[in-house]
C-alpha cells in the first residue's frame, strides 16, 4: 500500500516537474521574454538619461543586464545553431535550464525580475495570506456541503431543495471571476449595499480580539466567493450518493430498526457516501488556489494568487514558474491528504494486523 | 447530432437554450454587418460613463459607455464574435484531438506494433525536419533500407512475422494528460500567456492544449469498455483490419460520452477565457471581450450598466450550454 502511494506520488512529483520545467523553457525560448520585463519602460518618464543613450552603449547596457540575469548562457543542453549549414551545439552542463533546476532542488527560486527580491520571501509573505483563506474557505466549503448535501438527501421533494438544487447547478457553470464580481457588486458598493469592506488593506490592523474580528470582516465577502464557487461541485454528487445509499436494503433495515431517517442518513449512509466525495476533495485544494488566484485580484489581497496574476501581467518568470511549482504542490498535498483519509474512512483499506 | 423532432414546448428550458445560443451565434456571424453607431474598441471620450439611452443622457450609445468611453453594445457584439472565432475553434478542436489520442490509446494500449524499419524513416523524417546533419540521414537512410532488405529476405525464407517495435501509444497519452493536469488550468493558463500578448491563433492553440485531456480520457476509458464488446469480436473473426475496426465500429461507440461533454468542455471553455481577459493577462489593450468589459466595471463600480450586459450574456451562454447537455446526456442515455 505504502509503495502504491509512493508511486502515485512520484508521478504527480514527475508531472509537476515535467509542467515547471515547461514553462521555464517555453519562458526562455519566447521572443520578448525576460530581458522584457527587467528593462525599464520606453515611456518610463523617471529615466530621462535612458533615451539619450546612444546606440552602442544601449547594447552595452544590453549586454550587462542579459550577463546580470543568467540569460548570457545558452538555454538547454544542445542547441540548435541557425544558418545555412544547421549545426546542433552541445552546451555540457553550463546552461540555464541545468543552472535553475540545481538551484530549485536546493530550494532557491530565483529572484524577482521587477525587484530583485528573492522570490521565496516574496511567497512566503503572500502565503500568509493565502493560506489561511484558502484552507478557511475548503473548511467552510466542506461543511456547508454536508449540511446541504443531507438536508437534499432527506427531503427530496418539496420547492425548497428543487430551488437549492437549480441554484446549485447555476452556480456550477459560473466562473468565479462574475460570482466574484457580482458579490463585490451588490455587497461592497457605495452605490448598492455597503455592507462590508472589499479591501483588506484600507484601515489599521489592531491587536487581540478586535484583530480578529477586523479580519474576519475583511475576509467574509472572499471567504463567501470561495465556497459558493466550490459548494456545487462538493454538495451535488454527495447528494447523489446519499440518495442511492437511502435506497439500498442496509438502510432500510437501519430504519426498520427504529432509527429516525436523519440518523440513518448520519450514522449509516454519509460514510458510504462519503468516499466518492475524497476523490472530489483531490481536487478542491488545487481548484482554491486557482480560484483565490481571480479572488484576490478582485479584493485586493496581497496573497500568493494576486502575486502570480501580476507576475505574469509584467512578465516576471522567476515568480510565474514559482507559482507555479506552489500549485502543484498543492496538489501533490491533496493527494496525500484525500490518500490518508480514505483510510480513516475506509476500514476495508486498512492494512490487517 | 440533430435533436429528435419535439414539441416545442415539451422542453422549454432546451428551446430557450437553444434559441439564445442562436441569438449569440448570428449576431457574432453578422457582427461586421450590423448598424453599429460605434466602434467597440474606440472611446468616445465626450461621453465616459454614460448611462444608457433609455435612462436619459447618451446619444446613440444604446447600452451606455464604459468608464473609458467604449461603447457597450457594440462591446457585446464583438465579444459574441469572440466566442465564435476563438471558444468555438478551440473546444472543435480540442474534442477532435482529444478523441483521436483517446480512442487510439484505448484501442491499441501500449500494443501497437509497427515495423521496425517504419519506426527508422519516421526518425529519419523527424531528424529531417530538425535539420540535422546531412551525414545523419544517410546513416539513417541506409540502416532502414538494410532492415527493410533483411525483413523481406526472412520473411520470404522463414514465414515470420516482421520485426517490429511496439509504439506505447498508452503511456504517451496518459502521460500527456497527466503533465497538464498537475496543475489546474487557470494557473497554467495565466503561466503560458505571461509573455507577450498572445495573438488569437496562439490563444486557440493554448485553450486547446489546455482542453484536450478530458475528452481523451473520457473516450480512452468508453473505449476500454467497448473493446470487451462482442461486437468488436465478431469484426475480428470476420478478418477485418484492425484500422478498419477502429475507425468504423469502434469509434463511434467510444465517442457517445462526447455528445454530452462538448457543451459543458465549451462552457468551461468560455469562462477561462474570459477570466483570462478578465484579468487582463497576455491580451493585447485594445482587444475586447466579455471578460475585459466586465474587469472595466472596477473602474467605475456605480456604472452596473457595464458589468450587467456581459454578465449576463455570459450567464446564459453558459447556463443555455449546460441545459444542452444535460438534454444530451438524457438522451444519449
Not at chain 1, 538551484?103 to 516574496?122: D, E, F, I, K
Not at chain 2, 436619459?56 to 472565432?85: E, I, K, N, Q
Request: charged fraction near 10%; charge should be positive; glycine fraction near 8%.
Amino acid at each position: 500500500m505504502a509503495r502504491w502511494l509512493l508511486a502515485r506520488l512520484g508521478r504527480a512529483a514527475l508531472a509537476a516537474w515535467g509542467i515547471a520545467s515547461l514553462v521555464f523553457l517555453l519562458s526562455r525560448l519566447l521572443p520578448g521574454g525576460p530581458e522584457q520585463a527587467a528593462q525599464p519602460e520606453a515611456g518610463d518618464l523617471s529615466r530621462p538619461v535612458a533615451g539619450r543613450q546612444s546606440a552602442a552603449s544601449q547594447a552595452l547596457t544590453q549586454q550587462a543586464l542579459r550577463q546580470r540575469l543568467g540569460l548570457a548562457e545558452p538555454v538547454f543542453y544542445v542547441s540548435r545553431v541557425a544558418g545555412p549549414p544547421v549545426t546542433w551545439r552541445w552546451n555540457g552542463l553550463h546552461n540555464q535550464y541545468h543552472r535553475w533546476a540545481a538551484q530549485v532542488l536546493r530550494g532557491n527560486l530565483g529572484q524577482s525580475y521587477r525587484n530583485g527580491q528573492p522570490v521565496t520571501t516574496l511567497l512566503a509573505h503572500a502565503i500568509a495570506y493565502s493560506l489561511p483563506l484558502a484552507a478557511t474557505a475548503a473548511g467552510l466549503a466542506v461543511a456547508v456541503a454536508l449540511g446541504l448535501g443531507l438536508y437534499l438527501a432527506r427531503t427530496p421533494h418539496g420547492w425548497l431543495p428543487a430551488l437549492v438544487r437549480t441554484g446549485l447547478a447555476a452556480l456550477q457553470v459560473t466562473p468565479l471571476f462574475l460570482l466574484a464580481l457580482v458579490v463585490v457588486l451588490l455587497f461592497a458598493n457605495p452605490d448598492a449595499l455597503n455592507l462590508l469592506p472589499d479591501s483588506m488593506l484600507d484601515g489599521e490592523p489592531a491587536t487581540g480580539l478586535p484583530a480578529l474580528g477586523y479580519w474576519l470582516a475583511r475576509a467574509a465577502l472572499p471567504l463567501l466567493s470561495l465556497v459558493l464557487a466550490v459548494l456545487p461541485s462538493l454538495t451535488l454528487p454527495l447528494a447523489a450518493a446519499l440518495h442511492d445509499e437511502a435506497a439500498l436494503d442496509y438502510a432500510t433495515t437501519a430504519r426498520a430498526k427504529g432509527l429516525t431517517v436523519k440518523a440513518m442518513l448520519w450514522r449509516h449512509a454519509l460514510p458510504n457516501a462519503l468516499l466518492p466525495l475524497l476523490t472530489t476533495l483531490t481536487e478542491l485544494l488545487p481548484t482554491l488556489v486557482a480560484g483565490t488566484v481571480v479572488v484576490e485580484v478582485l479584493f485586493t489581497i496581497p496573497g500568493s494568487g494576486r502575486l502570480l496574476a501580476e507576475a505574469a501581467a509584467a512578465h516576471d518568470y522567476p515568480l510565474v514558474i514559482a507559482g507555479v511549482l506552489l500549485t502543484a504542490a498543492v496538489r501533490l498535498l491533496s493527494l496525500v491528504l484525500a490518500d490518508v483519509l480514505y483510510f480513516l474512512a475506509d476500514p476495508r483499506l486498512r492494512p490487517t494486523a | 447530432m440533430k435533436p429528435s423532432p419535439l414539441p416545442p414546448l415539451a422542453q422549454p428550458g432546451y428551446w430557450l437554450a437553444l434559441a439564445w445560443l442562436g441569438l449569440v451565434a448570428a449576431v457574432g456571424l453578422l457582427a461586421p454587418w450590423l448598424p453599429l453607431p460605434y466602434p467597440a474598441a474606440a472611446p468616445d471620450l465626450l461621453h465616459i460613463a454614460t448611462p444608457p439611452a433609455w435612462l436619459g443622457a447618451g446619444p446613440a450609445h444604446y447600452l451606455g459607455t464604459d468608464a473609458l468611453g467604449r461603447d457597450v453594445l457594440a462591446g457585446l457584439v464583438v465579444g459574441a464574435r469572440r466566442l465564435l472565432a476563438l471558444s468555438l475553434p478551440a473546444v472543435g478542436l480540442a474534442t477532435l484531438l482529444g478523441a483521436l489520442a483517446g480512442a487510439t490509446a484505448g484501442f491499441w494500449g501500449n500494443r501497437l506494433r509497427v515495423p521496425l524499419a517504419a519506426a527508422t524513416g519516421l526518425l529519419a523524417a523527424a531528424w529531417w525536419g530538425w535539420s540535422l546533419p546531412i551525414y545523419f540521414i544517410f546513416i539513417l537512410l541506409i540502416i532502414s533500407t538494410l532492415l527493410l532488405i533483411i525483413i523481406k529476405w526472412r520473411r520470404a525464407a522463414a514465414r515470420q512475422a516482421a520485426l517490429t517495435v511496439a509504439l506505447p501509444l498508452d503511456g504517451l497519452v496518459m502521460g500527456a494528460t497527466t503533465l497538464l493536469g498537475a496543475v489546474p488550468r487557470l494557473i497554467l493558463l495565466v503561466a503560458l500567456a505571461a509573455g507577450t500578448p498572445l495573438a488569437p491563433a496562439q490563444l486557440l492553440g493554448v485553450l486547446a492544449l489546455l482542453a484536450w485531456p478530458e475528452p481523451a480520457r473520457l473516450v480512452r476509458a468508453q473505449m476500454l469498455r467497448v473493446r470487451a464488446l462482442p461486437f468488436l469480436e465478431a469484426a475480428r473473426a470476420s478478418g477485418l483490419p484492425e484500422g478498419r475496426i477502429w475507425w468504423h465500429h469502434a469509434l463511434p461507440h467510444a465517442c457517445r460520452p462526447l455528445w454530452a461533454f462538448t457543451p459543458l468542455s465549451l462552457g468551461g471553455l468560455i469562462g477561462l477565457e474570459s477570466a483570462l481577459a478578465f484579468l487582463g493577462i497576455g491580451q493585447a489593450p485594445d482587444v475586447v471581450s466579455w471578460g475585459s468589459m466586465l474587469a472595466s466595471v472596477r473602474q467605475a463600480p456605480a456604472a452596473w450598466w457595464v458589468a450587467a450586459g456581459p454578465g449576463l450574456a455570459l450567464l446564459l451562454t453558459l447556463l443555455s450550454l449546460q441545459q444542452i447537455a444535460r438534454f444530451l446526456a438524457k438522451k444519449m442515455a
